[in-house]
C-alpha cells in the first residue's frame, strides 16, 4: 500500500461574523418632555411654538418627538377653537334681544373754548350688542354746565346704529342721530343716513372701519326757520390697545351738505387702573363752516373722565 501525502491547502483564514447593533431610537429628556407638556396646557399658540423651536434648537436629535407633540397640540387647540365657536353661536342664537349687551359708563369734567370758556361736567353710556352676522351700537352723552343760574353749555348727543355683515370686511349699517346744542344755535338737530361700511383693519390689537352713504338732516334752529337738507356722510372709526392697560381711539366724521358742513374729530387715550375701570382723556372737535348767526365756527372740549365697563 502507498501512503498519499496529505495536501495542505493555503486558504485565507475565514472572517469573523459581523456584529450588527441597532441604533437606539432618540428619547427626549424628560426635564424637556415636562417643560413642553408644561407650555402646551396654555393656549398661547405664540409661547408654544418659541419653546418648540428653542426644544429643537437644543435637542436636534430628537425633532421629530418635539414636532410631533407640536402637532398634537395644535390639532387640539382646533379642535378646541371649533368647539367654543359652534358653542358661541348656539347661544347668540338663543339670546334675547336684551341678552348680550356689554357696555361702558363714563363721568367726568370738561373744559370748553370757543363759543364758551369755561369747566363743567360731562357724563356718557356706549352699549354694544354683536350678534354673529349684526351688531347694534347706542350712544348717549351730555355735557352741562350752570354758572349763577346761567346755562353756558347744554349739549347732548344720542345715536342709535346697526350694522349687518355681508363678507370678506364689507357691511352695511343705518344711523339715527340727534344732537342739541342751545348755544351752538340750534334746539334740536337730527340725523338720518345709511350706506356701507369696510373693516379696512381687523386685528387683535388694532381694527379700522370707514363708513360712506348719503344722509337726511333735520335742523330746529333758535333764532332760524327749520331746515331739511340732504347730503353725504363720512365716518371712521380707529382703535389701537398699545397695551393690556392702554388704548388709543381716533373716531371722525365728516357731513357734507349743500349749506353747512360739520366736520368733528374725537381723539381718546385710556389706561387701566383695576378690573373693568380706566382713566379717559379725550380732545374734541367740531366744525361748522356755516353755523348760526352769533355762534363760533369751532368748538372744543377736553375731557378727564373715569370710565366703567360691564
Same mark, same amino acid.
Request: no cysteine; glycine share 8%; proline share 5%.
Given at each position: 500500500?502507498?501512503?498519499?501525502?496529505?495536501?495542505?491547502?493555503?486558504?485565507?483564514?475565514?472572517?469573523?461574523?459581523?456584529?450588527?447593533?441597532?441604533?437606539?431610537?432618540?428619547?427626549?429628556?424628560?426635564?424637556?418632555?415636562?417643560?413642553?407638556?408644561?407650555?402646551?396646557?396654555?393656549?398661547?399658540?405664540?409661547?408654544?411654538?418659541?419653546?418648540?423651536?428653542?426644544?429643537?434648537?437644543?435637542?436636534?436629535?430628537?425633532?421629530?418627538?418635539?414636532?410631533?407633540?407640536?402637532?398634537?397640540?395644535?390639532?387640539?387647540?382646533?379642535?378646541?377653537?371649533?368647539?367654543?365657536?359652534?358653542?358661541?353661536?348656539?347661544?347668540?342664537?338663543?339670546?334675547?334681544?336684551?341678552?348680550?349687551?356689554?357696555?361702558?359708563?363714563?363721568?367726568?369734567?370738561?373744559?370748553?373754548?370757543?363759543?364758551?370758556?369755561?369747566?363743567?361736567?360731562?357724563?356718557?353710556?356706549?352699549?354694544?350688542?354683536?350678534?354673529?352676522?349684526?351688531?347694534?351700537?347706542?350712544?348717549?352723552?351730555?355735557?352741562?354746565?350752570?354758572?349763577?343760574?346761567?346755562?353756558?353749555?347744554?349739549?347732548?348727543?344720542?345715536?342709535?346704529?346697526?350694522?349687518?355683515?355681508?363678507?370678506?370686511?364689507?357691511?352695511?349699517?343705518?344711523?339715527?342721530?340727534?344732537?342739541?346744542?342751545?348755544?351752538?344755535?340750534?334746539?334740536?338737530?337730527?340725523?338720518?343716513?345709511?350706506?356701507?361700511?369696510?373693516?379696512?383693519?381687523?386685528?387683535?390689537?388694532?381694527?379700522?372701519?370707514?363708513?360712506?352713504?348719503?344722509?337726511?338732516?333735520?335742523?330746529?334752529?333758535?333764532?332760524?326757520?327749520?331746515?331739511? %337738507?340732504?347730503?353725504?356722510? &363720512? @365716518? /371712521?372709526?380707529? =382703535?389701537? #390697545?398699545?397695551?393690556?392697560? !392702554?388704548?388709543?381711539?381716533?373716531?371722525?366724521?365728516?357731513?357734507?351738505?349743500?349749506?353747512?358742513?360739520?366736520?368733528?374729530?374725537?381723539?381718546?387715550?385710556?389706561?387701566?387702573?383695576?378690573?373693568?375701570?380706566?382713566?379717559?382723556?379725550?380732545?374734541?372737535?367740531?366744525?361748522? %363752516?356755516?353755523?348760526?348767526? &352769533? @355762534? /363760533?365756527?369751532? =368748538?372744543? #372740549?377736553?375731557?378727564?373722565? !373715569?370710565?366703567?365697563?360691564?
Amino acid at each position: 500500500m502507498v501512503a498519499v501525502p496529505a495536501v495542505v491547502l493555503d486558504l485565507p483564514p475565514y472572517p469573523p461574523p459581523l456584529l450588527v447593533v441597532a441604533a437606539r431610537p432618540p428619547v427626549l429628556a424628560e426635564p424637556v418632555r415636562d417643560m413642553l407638556k408644561a407650555i402646551m396646557k396654555t393656549e398661547d399658540t405664540k409661547a408654544v411654538e418659541t419653546v418648540v423651536n428653542l426644544a429643537v434648537q437644543t435637542n436636534p436629535y430628537d425633532k421629530d418627538e418635539i414636532r410631533a407633540m407640536h402637532r398634537a397640540y395644535l390639532d387640539r387647540s382646533a379642535q378646541l377653537l371649533a368647539a367654543r365657536s359652534k358653542a358661541d353661536k348656539e347661544r347668540i342664537r338663543s339670546s334675547g334681544v336684551l341678552e348680550l349687551w356689554k357696555g361702558q359708563i363714563e363721568l367726568g369734567a370738561f373744559r370748553g373754548t370757543g363759543n364758551t370758556d369755561n369747566f363743567g361736567f360731562t357724563g356718557a353710556i356706549k352699549l354694544e350688542r354683536k350678534g354673529i352676522d349684526w351688531e347694534h351700537t347706542v350712544e348717549l352723552r351730555a355735557d352741562y354746565q350752570k354758572d349763577r343760574d346761567t346755562i353756558t353749555r347744554e349739549q347732548y348727543f344720542a345715536a342709535y346704529q346697526p350694522r349687518y355683515t355681508l363678507g370678506d370686511g364689507i357691511f352695511t349699517y343705518a344711523r339715527a342721530q340727534f344732537e342739541k346744542d342751545r348755544i351752538q344755535g340750534y334746539n334740536g338737530r337730527s340725523t338720518l343716513s345709511g350706506g356701507f361700511g369696510y373693516r379696512a383693519i381687523a386685528r387683535k390689537r388694532v381694527t379700522l372701519s370707514i363708513e360712506a352713504g348719503p344722509a337726511v338732516r333735520r335742523t330746529n334752529y333758535v333764532n332760524q326757520a327749520d331746515e331739511t %337738507t340732504w347730503s353725504a356722510l &363720512g @365716518a /371712521l372709526d380707529f =382703535d389701537w #390697545i398699545v397695551s393690556p392697560t !392702554l388704548k388709543i381711539t381716533q373716531d371722525a366724521s365728516a357731513y357734507v351738505g349743500s349749506d353747512n358742513n360739520t366736520f368733528t374729530s374725537l381723539t381718546g387715550l385710556e389706561a387701566g387702573m383695576a378690573r373693568g375701570l380706566k382713566a379717559r382723556l379725550s380732545y374734541a372737535i367740531e366744525h361748522e %363752516t356755516s353755523p348760526p348767526a &352769533g @355762534a /363760533l365756527k369751532t =368748538d372744543t #372740549i377736553s375731557r378727564f373722565s !373715569l370710565v366703567y365697563g360691564f
